[in-house]
């Protein structure tokens, strides 16, 4: 930064950081609650379509956030962390470029974090969605230095916490065999709903257990078998009736992915 550009001090790696994270990790946890609530108490399919329109839903969120936040000079993580955002001259972004640099951080920010981690790479700390918009975030008073490394040890803190994070979800990410586990766990329900039917057209009424279920199918010995390998023992629910059936159930991935079916 060019002496005179700015009359406070260029903020620095640790104070954004921990900003970032106070602005962020609420949508997150907001986003992985909606998905819990679906596929959980709602017993919705875990479609990709719906955790598209998820993700499209909590991502339309964050940049409204972001982009308030930048017309307003902060986010509540900066306005925290005593950070204002600036344009390079000091003066007040305009809209274009706070709308741009919502934009880019949406973008950085999904792709790995990659637009935040640029500001480790330059003086002023500048990250992608700063570059992009021709802004600076800056100090919006002189901290103390008690201040200073209090706040460099969160940051440390929650780099160790989030680096550990992301270690966890690369081993937690669906495998081809986890994959495989879900997709043969639908068809075996598709099986199922064949099953049921078959059922109801001889007893009047849907299969409420698994005993019935295997009854039905003609060989109980190699139903039970092929359930073994589809589905875990626990836990496997069925509600029927005369007018419908659900049976929600987990496959045998990695991730206990739940499987939901209901018919006719």
């Not at 982009?67 to 344009?87: D, F, M, P, S, W």
């Not at 305009?94 to 709308?99: A, E, G, H, P, R």
């Not at 081993?171 to 586990?181: G, K, L, V």
């Not at 010995?221 to 073994?228: D, G, K, Q, S």
Request: glycine share 10%; with cysteine; charged share 20%.
């Amino acid at each position: 930064m060019e002496p005179g550009t700015i009359e406070t001090r260029a903020a620095r790696f640790s104070d954004r950081f921990v900003a970032y994270l106070i602005d962020t990790l609420p949508f997150g946890a907001g986003a992985a609650a909606t998905v819990w609530a679906l596929i959980g108490p709602m017993a919705k399919a875990p479609t990709p379509e719906l955790l598209a329109l998820v993700g499209a839903a909590w991502a339309t969120l964050v940049f409204a956030y972001q982009l308030a936040g930048n017309v307003r000079g902060a986010t509540i993580g900066k306005r925290l962390l005593g950070l204002r955002v600036v344009a390079r001259d000091g003066g007040r972004p305009s809209f274009m470029s706070c709308l741009v640099r919502a934009a880019v951080w949406l973008i950085g920010s999904t792709a790995g974090s990659f637009g935040f981690l640029v500001a480790l790479f330059n003086r002023e700390n500048r990250t992608l969605h700063d570059y992009a918009s021709g802004t600076v975030v800056v100090e919006a008073y002189r901290k103390s230095a008690a201040e200073g490394a209090a706040l460099f040890l969160a940051g440390a803190f929650c780099a160790v916490g989030l680096f550990g994070f992301q270690i966890y979800s690369g081993w937690a990410r669906p495998t081809p065999r986890d994959r495989a586990a879900v997709s043969k766990a639908n068809e075996g329900l598709a099986v199922i709903a064949e099953v049921q039917e078959a059922y109801k057209a001889k007893h009047g009424t849907y299969a409420s257990s698994i005993d019935q279920l295997a009854e039905a199918s003609g060989d109980p010995v190699e139903f039970r078998t092929a359930m073994a390998v589809l589905f875990r023992s626990e836990p496997f629910k069925m509600e029927a009736g005369n007018r419908g059936w659900r049976i929600r159930a987990v496959a045998l991935d990695r991730q206990r992915t739940p499987v939901v079916r209901e018919g006719p």
